[in-house]
């Protein structure tokens, strides 16, 4: 277990007890969540090292490594994530002001995404950790999906986008992994990272149950001051901040799950739709962002 005496955005070590989440997922363990008064990280105490966390995804619940739509969740997950992909592709082409490009995705899980791209015409490139995940991508679209370890070898100023979706808060070598991330891009390329955010209103209702804390796999909680700062001490800048206004309904679901023991969907409906009117007020607000960052 890996114990931190100090903030992993900005190192300081004013950092204070939030509450215990527990594991709903996989091993139904307790971890205690931190916040950092400084930068307002939060993150899991505690935490499996590299080489210890990859049973705490073995499920066939988590969906991102096994495709699966068993339950009314996850087939709603499904119904709305075509939707969603072709929502991300549009960003990424406004973004970056190219149709076709070269595009990097870390942590591509079953491949959807990447296959939504290539068929687009973009050159591009996935890695992931899941063995399992890997190999359904092949299976579901023909991809040839790289290891994650493969991040660090790739050659540098290659890539017009670089997508972390619902990535980073699972990585381990957190500065390593975005001064990675700043070296491959191309000097007018974007970085495009989609992570929680602990701010939002339906995160505040369910507090402890609060699906997208997601411990011990997640291990940073971002609000937008934390990953301001974090991408700052990086040279890099934040140009744009996108809603993901699904995700709200999606988490508010689940959150109700844990909480209750019950889906309650009405209940969750009505909590992700009071923080998405919150958040059209403040995009800061919203249960998920996406972060479009560049140089500084």
């Not at 950790?129 to 100023?157: H, M, T, V, W």
């Not at 995700?247 to 923080?275: C, R, W």
Request: charged share 20%.
């Amino acid at each position: 277990m890996i114990y931190y005496d100090a903030c992993l955005c900005c190192g300081q070590k004013n950092i204070v007890p939030v509450f215990f989440a527990k594991d709903f997922t996989v091993s139904q363990e307790q971890f205690e969540i931190l916040q950092c008064n400084n930068c307002t990280l939060r993150f899991t105490q505690n935490v499996p090292g590299e080489e210890n966390i990859g049973r705490y995804y073995q499920s066939k619940n988590y969906i991102s490594h096994s495709d699966t739509s068993e339950g009314l969740i996850n087939k709603l997950y499904h119904k709305v994530r075509n939707r969603t992909l072709i929502q991300k592709k549009k960003i990424i082409q406004k973004q970056t002001g190219k149709t076709t490009g070269a595009i990097l995705d870390i942590g591509c899980g079953t491949g959807a995404f990447l296959n939504i791209m290539q068929k687009s015409g973009w050159n591009i490139t996935g890695l992931e950790p899941d063995n399992a995940a890997r190999k359904k991508a092949k299976e579901l679209y023909q991809l040839n999906i790289e290891n994650s370890e493969k991040l660090f070898s790739l050659p540098a100023q290659s890539f017009d986008a670089i997508t972390m979706w619902h990535v980073l808060e699972h990585v381990h070598e957190l500065h390593n992994y975005i001064e990675q991330l700043k070296k491959l891009l191309k000097p007018d390329g974007k970085l495009f990272i989609a992570v929680p955010n602990y701010t939002s209103y339906d995160a505040k209702i369910y507090k402890e149950f609060w699906a997208a804390y997601d411990v011990p796999r997640h291990l940073y909680h971002f609000s937008p001051m934390a990953m301001k700062i974090l991408l700052e001490n990086h040279r890099l800048k934040i140009d744009l901040i996108k809603p993901m206004w699904y995700d709200s309904f999606y988490v508010s679901m689940l959150s109700e799950q844990y909480k209750t023991g019950k889906s309650h969907p009405a209940k969750a409906f009505i909590n992700g739709g009071v923080s998405n009117i919150k958040a059209v007020i403040d995009i800061k607000k919203c249960s998920s962002v996406i972060y479009v960052a560049s140089y500084l």
